[in-house]
């Protein structure tokens, strides 16, 4: 069959699944939907009529007592996290309130007990000194954390109040730029080399760019603004400074070029470098974060959409007359799924546009959505009713959401942010460029995951998986066993689960960050390892299991030394990738994966994960050919071996 | 009529078919183990938000880490300005550097963390602050900077009050607060509340439409039951399980340390909410024609309705956040009362509009 007849049956399966759609849509929908709106609308308008300042989650969290003729009065009740009370020095030791900014006439020592320890009692913050106002917080973790909210409202109130002055060199005496420049470690091996040219010469050694080029980024973008003075040469007396200065204007310059560009940068000016101290702020991309948050919203309702379709089919056999129709399973996979694909990169696209993303925003987040309709895809295959893929769609929204979100926060502190693609699109909208490396480096495993997961769910596109009602781990297993075809094979499986082993040894480390680390260590390196063992073992037991292989031992230590061999050669693959793509990285992956990806230094500690990988492989492997009870126990120990392995290499290194 | 039969009709009723309806529906999602799926999202989300808490105040509050400290190079003509202006901090220790190019040294040589360079210009002070690129430290180093030159600014101010219209107000002092520490109560915390919610409505609208469209309501209808009966039952069990879930997560919050005042009142909203979220999920269902549309409808719905709720004084997660930080005033507990009352409205309105579906027309 042609390609192009197969491109034009995928696209009519595509058509229908589109024309489907829209007559669902009919008009009792539609005006539920108006109504709908209305009444949001109504809410909403309803609570903007009554004049309320909403849209705080943090609304009257603090409760402050304080007399309503107190110069502090309207910073409180200005502030959305602070309410104004009546000021009662009882309340601040009952817990009604958490803290009191009172003249400091009526402060007398407090004393009482608080959970059983003395001396506990109202914590006195001290006067004031420019009135007579003095401050108590109440002696709890709350009570400190409304004494700082209450603290950087006061900032805010004098900024607000500065910002009104006639006098500007009154106002703001302070005008900060902000720089960032490399630091090699304190030990100073790099360090000592580079502060000898920046003392001796003048002219730039380490600068990449002259001065002159520098001084028209700033000059440029920053047009008339007083504070580019500091930059010009003529400024000061020490020339020497300014070459190292250089280095950084065109680092940081760009940057201000592109938030200029941008629709919402009066709303929302993240990572500023220049102004009044009120105005520079830490590199935390928080407004980079918000948009790119947004990219991730669309796609929790296309999955709905998706999931609903897919499972749709498998409901009183509607899917048969696909499925006996003369066209391949993947063909009609591909057609169901490319609307909704399309209508992602529609969605993404906008976006992009709208938040004032380019290109590779649009690059970067493709792989997302794909990762999104490839989980929902499967989990439709499985689910065996709508409640159960609902309970799947929150699963994958929450669980890819996280994935993607957390590691973006971290954009500007870490490399290892990279393992999400968000982290590109906020790179992008602060301005930061990005190489091919970390590109690939971050899409590739949604790309080749996707890919593994779709594949998956092809192999159970048939009549006896989609129409009954199997169990969801038999569904798995059928759909594994689905893909396999001779010993190699399982091999190729093997070393293909690397980026889920990935994700999952990921997720594992975060959720178990926040435990001791006496506990954590410990338990991080068994939960690696049981990750690592249940994916070398779990195709082989599947393979078992439908009588595709057969349950000899010669054929299960087989099995189990080519599953430890693919696993390891996928393995040591991801982790020349990484030092070759990254290589600030090599850091970050000893974290990572203690075990396989160590610094392989001599042959020994090269070929140690591999004979561990085979071994451990072949013990589940054994286990697997008698029952799933034996397969377990043989798991368990293969486990074992594995976490024992992990901590003496661990060991070895600390 | 006496209070013995009373209560017997009551027991009687209550051992209706609702109930055999509503404990069919829990039997069938545990069956499907859906119900352990949604723990461990709730899991996953509460392990993922104390790491996302844990990593925000190291990063942001010093103060976290034990004797943290960072040797701030102060150079230039505005020197002493800057160094007095740091004698505040507990964790910037600000040095004196003769030269621009001592100060880059030290810097380059780990000796310092930051390099203020000053100068006067203009009856001002302009300082030119370097940071580490790319550090782990960056953040931190930028923030604790920031609050010394926002010192020197306030200094700077107070000698030139003269000039100044308004004076500016006086700063309390910093006590090491935990500037996140309202993230648990006014981010997380609502979550874990209200997603159980969003899901049970969720799985209401598949409970009913899924009926409908696999045509097993015709069966249920064969039975001596009305479909305000059956409703009912699927709308209790939803109800019954999205507190309790709450409730669950509220008490391993407890656990982890953090305190969750007014347990009583939050389980009351979390109930009232799911009223009304199911309440509106079945509505949905039975108006809207098929599964798809009415999944779109339910889920932008409620999204819409929960985001203009928050335009309203006593919105849900508001409210959520002041009963379990201890904050609550007597609005708040009237808010969980209004919500109690839209909550029986909701259920009223619902099944009057179930006794006038035709089942035989869904």
């Known amino acids: 069959m042609s390609l192009r007849t197969r491109l034009r049956r995928i696209w ?508 954590t260590v410990p338990l991080i390196l068994v939960t690696i390892a049981a990750i690592e063992e249940v994916a070398k073992s779990i195709h082989i037991y599947a393979g078992i299991e439908s009588d595709r292989f057969d349950r000899s031992i010669k054929t299960a230590l087989l099995l189990g030394g080519l599953s430890g061999l693919g696993f390891f050669v996928g393995e040591k693959f991801t982790a020349i990738a990484q030092i070759v793509g990254l290589p600030e990285l090599v850091l970050g992956q000893a974290t990572l994966t203690p075990a396989g990806v160590t610094p392989a230094t001599t042959l020994a500690l090269f070929l140690g994960p591999l004979v561990l990988h085979t071994v451990t492989a072949a013990i589940s492997a054994l286990g697997a050919r008698k029952d799933f009870r034996w397969y377990l126990v043989a798991m368990l120990a293969a486990t074992l071996v594995h976490a024992a392995y992990n901590f003496a290499v661990v060991s070895a290194y600390v | 009529m006496s209070e013995q039969g009373v209560v017997e009709r009551l027991r009687a009723r209550l051992r209706s078919q609702r109930l055999t309806i509503a404990k069919r529906e829990l039997q069938v999602l545990s069956r499907e183990k859906t119900i352990v799926l949604a723990l461990v999202i709730q899991l996953f989300v509460a392990g993922f938000s104390g790491f996302l808490v844990v990593g925000l105040v190291s990063l942001y509050d010093p103060g976290s880490v034990e004797g943290y400290g960072i040797d701030a190079a102060v150079t230039g003509e505005a020197s002493d300005e800057m160094l007095a202006a740091m004698d505040d901090s507990d964790t910037l220790t600000g040095t004196e550097y003769d030269s621009r190019a001592a100060a880059f040294e030290a810097f380059d040589e780990g000796r310092a963390q930051a390099v203020f360079d000053t100068a006067l210009r203009e009856d001002r002070i302009t300082v030119t602050l370097t940071a580490p690129e790319g550090s782990i430290e960056t953040t931190l180093v930028v923030a604790e900077s920031q609050e010394a030159l926002r010192a020197l600014e306030r200094q700077q101010r107070t000698e030139r009050a003269a000039s100044l219209e308004v004076i500016p107000l006086d700063l309390p002092p910093d006590r090491g607060g935990n500037p996140y520490f309202d993230f648990t109560y006014t981010v997380l915390l609502p979550l874990l509340v209200f997603l159980p919610v969003f899901i049970s409505g969720s799985i209401a609208v598949d409970s009913i439409t899924e009926e409908v469209d696999r045509g097993t309501l015709e069966l249920l209808r064969v039975a001596p039951v009305s479909l305000t009966q059956i409703v009912d039952g699927k709308a209790l069990a939803m109800i019954i399980l999205a507190p309790l879930q709450a409730m669950t997560w509220l008490a391993l919050l407890s656990l982890n340390g953090v305190s969750v005042a007014n347990g009583a009142w939050l389980f009351l909203l979390a109930t009232a909410a799911t009223v009304v979220v199911v309440a509106f999920a079945i509505g949905i269902s039975l108006v809207a024609s098929d599964r798809r549309s009415a999944q779109l409808l339910f889920s932008v719905g409620v999204l819409l309705l929960f985001a203009a709720a928050s335009f309203l004084p006593g919105s849900p997660a508001n409210t959520a956040a002041l009963l379990a930080i201890d904050s609550a005033t007597a609005s708040t507990y009237a808010a969980v009362v209004g919500y109690l009352v839209a909550a029986v409205g909701a259920a009223a309105v619902v099944r009057w509009l179930t006794g006038q579906v035709d089942p035989n027309e869904l």
């Open chain 1, 12 to 519: 009519r399966i595509a058509r229908w699944e589109v024309s489907l759609g829209s007559t669902s849509l009919d008009r009792q929908t539609l005006l539920a939907g108006v109504a709908l709106l209305l009444l949001a609308g109504g809410i909403a308008g309803a609570g903007l009529a009554l004049g309320v300042d909403g849209l705080s989650p943090t609304q009257d969290i603090y409760r402050v007592g304080i007399d309503d003729d107190s110069p502090y009065y309207n910073v409180v009740a200005d502030h959305a996290a602070l309410s104004p009370q009546e000021p009662d020095r009882e309340k601040l030791e009952t817990g009604e309130l958490d803290l009191i900014v009172a003249p400091a006439g009526n402060s007398g020592t407090v004393s009482l007990t608080v959970g059983g320890d003395d001396g506990e009692g109202v914590v006195e913050a001290g006067a004031l000194g420019q009135s007579t106002v003095s401050v108590a917080h109440a002696p709890t973790e709350k009570g400190t954390a409304a004494l700082t909210s209450f603290r950087a409202a006061v900032q805010g109130y004098n900024d607000r109040l500065m910002a009104l002055e006639p006098n500007r060199t009154a106002a703001y005496p302070v005008s900060v730029r902000l720089q960032y420049r490399p630091q090699s470690s304190p030990t100073g091996a790099r360090g000592g080399g580079s502060s000898e040219t920046d003392a001796g010469s003048d002219d730039g050694t380490d600068t990449e760019g002259g001065d002159g080029a520098a001084d028209d980024g700033s000059d440029g973008s920053n047009g008339g603004s007083d504070n580019d003075q500091s930059t010009d040469d003529d400024t000061n007396d020490g020339s020497t400074g300014d070459a190292n200065l250089d280095v950084d204007d065109e680092r940081d310059d760009p940057d201000v070029d592109n938030d200029d560009d941008s629709l919402l940068d009066g709303l929302l000016s993240g990572g500023n470098s220049q102004g009044s101290p009120a105005e520079i702020s830490p590199p935390f991309p928080f407004s980079s974060l918000v948009l790119a948050f947004v990219f991730l919203v669309p796609m929790n309702f296309i999955i709905q959409a998706y999931g609903g379709t897919i499972l749709n089919e498998r409901i009183n056999r509607r899917g048969e007359l696909l499925l006996v129709a003369p066209i391949q399973r993947l063909d009609i996979v591909a057609g169901k799924t490319l609307p909704y694909l399309l209508a992602a990169v529609v969605a993404i696209t906008g976006i992009s546009l709208g938040v004032g993303g380019g290109l590779l925003s649009v690059a970067a987040v493709l792989p997302i959505a794909l990762a999104f309709l490839a989980s929902t895809f499967v989990g439709a295959m499985f689910a065996r009713s709508f409640k159960e893929l609902t309970f799947v769609t929150v699963t994958v929204s929450v669980f890819l959401t996280t994935y993607v979100f957390v590691p973006a926060i971290f954009t500007n502190v870490t490399p290892i942010a990279l393992i999400s693609p968000l982290t590109l699109v906020v790179m992008e909208l602060q301005g930061e460029a990005v190489g091919l490396g970390g590109y690939v480096f971050a899409t590739a495993p949604f790309f080749l995951g996707s890919t593994i997961l779709f594949l998956l769910g092809v192999g159970v596109y048939r009549e006896e998986d989609m129409f009954t009602q199997k169990p969801v781990p038999l569904k798995f297993l059928d759909a594994i066993d689905a893909r396999l075809r001779g010993p190699k094979s399982v091999a190729v499986a093997s070393a293909l689960t690397i980026p889920f082993v990935f994700i999952g040894e990921l997720l594992a480390i975060a959720a178990l960050y926040v435990m001791p680390i006496e506990i």
